[in-house]
C-alpha cells in the first residue's frame, strides 16, 4: 500500500510540473506579435538624444569659417564665407519620425549672427541645383517645428538635382529603413570643394558668389541597435557607413557606389569626424569600407 501511494504522489508531482513549464512558455496571439518585431522594440525603447554625440568633427567654435549652431534638430559648423554648413551632425530614431507633412517654408535662418549674409531660397532659383536638405525634412517628422526647421536654408547646400533626388534621396530612406529595424543613427553630413555640375551646366558660385557650390557631397551613418550611452556601445564591430559623391548631375543613382573610408573623408576635409570615438575603436572602424546591404 506504501509503495502505492509512493507512486501516486511521484506521478502527481511530475504531472504539476509538466503544466507548470507549459505555462510558463505559453505566449498569446497579441504577444507573440509583438515579440522581436523591430518596430515595436524601436518605438518601445527609442528615445531624441544629443546631435553631436559622436563628437564635434572640426571643433566649431566662434569663428565666422566654423561657427557652431545647436538647434534641438540638428547641430552644424556653418561658414559664413561659403553661405553653407561645413557640415550637419543629427540624431535618427523612431522617437524624431512621426506624421508631420514636409512644410516647404524655405527661408531665411535670423538667427545667424547679423554680421553673416542670411542666404536667401531665392539664392538658388535658376541655378541649375537644389536646394539641398543636409537633415532631410523626412528624418525630423514628429512636429510641425521639426519639419519646418529643417527648411531654413543654413541647413541647404546647392546640389546636383540628380545627386540630391535620386542617389541621395535612396541613401535617406535606406537610412530610415535601418531605423524601422529597430536602430538608431548618428548622422554626418558634410561637403568640400568647390565646383559642381548641376542642371545648367558647371558653377563655383551662386548669389553673386556669396553661396559656395561644394565639389564633393560626403556623409558619415553610425548604426547602432537602439540603447542607452550609445558613445560607449560603438566598438569595432559597429557598421559605419561613410560614402563621398560628386556634386554632379552625371552621378550614378547606386549611393553604394562611392562607399569609402571615415579615413578618407577626414584625409580630404581635415576634420575628426568620431572624435568621441576612443581611438583604439576609431583606428578600426574609420579605416573599413561598408560592404552592408543598400537597400
Not at 500500500?1 to 511521484?10: A, E, P
Not at 541597435?225 to 559597429?238: A, E, I, L
Request: hydrophobic letters at 30%; proline letters at 5%.
Amino acid at each position: 500500500m506504501l509503495t502505492h501511494l509512493k507512486r501516486i504522489l511521484y506521478l502527481s508531482m511530475v504531472g504539476w510540473m509538466l503544466v507548470s513549464c507549459s505555462e510558463e512558455s505559453v505566449i498569446s496571439p497579441k504577444d507573440e506579435a509583438n515579440v522581436g518585431t523591430p518596430d515595436s522594440i524601436a518605438n518601445a525603447t527609442a528615445t531624441k538624444d544629443g546631435n553631436l554625440a559622436m563628437g564635434n568633427p572640426s571643433g566649431a567654435n566662434t569663428s565666422y569659417s566654423n561657427y557652431l549652431i545647436n538647434k534641438s534638430q540638428f547641430s552644424m559648423s556653418y561658414n559664413s564665407y561659403r553661405g553653407t554648413p561645413n557640415w550637419v551632425s543629427w540624431h535618427l530614431s523612431s522617437a524624431w519620425l512621426g506624421s508631420t507633412p514636409r512644410q516647404d517654408d524655405f527661408r531665411a535662418d535670423n538667427s545667424l549672427p547679423s554680421a553673416f549674409y542670411r542666404v536667401q531660397p531665392s539664392d538658388y532659383t535658376g541655378s541649375g541645383f537644389d536646394r539641398g536638405h543636409n537633415t532631410p525634412s523626412a528624418d525630423r517628422t514628429l512636429t510641425v517645428s521639426d519639419n519646418s526647421a529643417t527648411f531654413l536654408m543654413s541647413n541647404m547646400i546647392p546640389q546636383a538635382p540628380t545627386n540630391n533626388q535620386q542617389a541621395w534621396a535612396n541613401l535617406e530612406n535606406y537610412c530610415r529603413k535601418l531605423v524601422s529595424q529597430g536602430n538608431e543613427l548618428y548622422i554626418i553630413m558634410g561637403q568640400y570643394g568647390k565646383g559642381g555640375t548641376g542642371s545648367n551646366g558647371y558653377k563655383e558660385t551662386l548669389a553673386n558668389g556669396k553661396v559656395t557650390v561644394p565639389n564633393r557631397i560626403w556623409k558619415v551613418i553610425v548604426v547602432l541597435p537602439v540603447g542607452t550611452s550609445d558613445v560607449s556601445r560603438v566598438t569595432t564591430s559597429t557598421r559605419v557607413i561613410a560614402i563621398d559623391t560628386p556634386n554632379s548631375n552625371n552621378i550614378s543613382t547606386s549611393w553604394g557606389t562611392y562607399r569609402t573610408t571615415v579615413d578618407a573623408i577626414e584625409a580630404k576635409t581635415g576634420y575628426n569626424i568620431l572624435s568621441n570615438v576612443s581611438s583604439s575603436v576609431q583606428s578600426v572602424i574609420e579605416a573599413r569600407v561598408d560592404n552592408g546591404p543598400t537597400s
